[in-house]
């Protein structure tokens, strides 16, 4: 069993920043790959940008050159650097985490509010 812990979100002003981060514990957890989902009042739960373990990213268009992701294997930990924020980035911000060779993401945290102000 995995464990994912977030922490970081809160309000920010518009072309503000924050750092998102996300604790993973459990005896798999530095082999997974990890990923930001954000879900929006009235919307889906959307993939923004994962990393595998080797370091292999994927952004979603609307966050390239904006937002960047990261990790830090030693510490079982995925850190998303969210830079230059609109209104529309306001959402939960969910750490999630899938195995090796799985299309699904299986473990999920609790999830961080991130509000953008304008």
């Given at each position: 069993q995995v464990q994912l812990v977030e922490s970081g979100g809160g309000t920010v002003q518009a072309r503000g920043s924050v750092r998102l981060s996300c604790v993973a514990s459990g005896s798999i957890a530095s082999g997974l790959t990890m990923g930001w989902h954000r879900q929006a009042s009235g919307k889906q739960r959307e993939l923004v940008a994962s990393i595998t373990r080797g370091g292999i990213?994927?952004?979603?268009?609307?966050?390239?050159?904006?937002?960047?992701?990261?990790?830090?294997?030693?510490?079982n930990?995925?850190?998303?650097?969210?830079?230059?924020?609109?209104?529309?980035?306001?959402?939960?911000?969910?750490?999630g985490a899938r195995e090796v060779g799985s299309p699904q993401y299986q473990y999920w945290g609790q999830g961080t509010q991130v509000t953008v102000s304008s």
């Open positions: 990213t994927y952004y979603r268009d609307s966050v390239k050159g904006r937002f960047t992701i990261s990790r830090d294997n030693a510490k930990t995925v850190y998303l650097q969210m830079n230059n924020l609109e209104p529309e980035d306001t959402a939960v911000y969910y750490c």
